[in-house]
């Protein structure tokens, strides 16, 4: 099995990996990368196994690197995401007059729960502080 990839950079700044195809070599797909783009051929070990934040990842000389700028992005919009998600049955029970105390206090929990986690997220100091940070949204 081959375990040669290619790496290079993306427009947007990201990383692309080129997998050759079984019964190929990683030279063999080098037509593949766009033509003036710098390269490297690396082991597949040199991948970063946890793709968590893989729209973060960077091409640093022959390494993939997390950009945490970025990381701390997709982090935010997951937050935002899980936040509305949770919201919104509390957002009809509002409108409920029986139910709009209690889903006012509920509310308040989610807003404080999601407010401590932006703090954190922000805070952040590296990827692994950052999956600490927002593990229950990833």
Known sequence: MNTQRIIYPTP???VAITVPAPGLSAAD??????????????????IPSDRTFRNAWEKAGSQIQHNLTKAKEIAHEKRRIKRAEEFAPLDIEST???????AEASRQLLRDKYATMQVAIDAAADIDALKAAATEVL
Not at 96 to 102: F, H, L, N, R, Y
Request: proline fraction near 11%; hydrophobic fraction near 45%; charged fraction near 25%.
């Open 29 to 46: 797909v080098l037509k593949d990368v766009p033509p003036g783009v710098a390269y490297e051929i690396v082991d597949a070990s040199a």
């Open 96 to 102: 409920i007059p029986a139910k709009a105390s209690e």
């Open 12 to 14: 947007d700044g990201g």
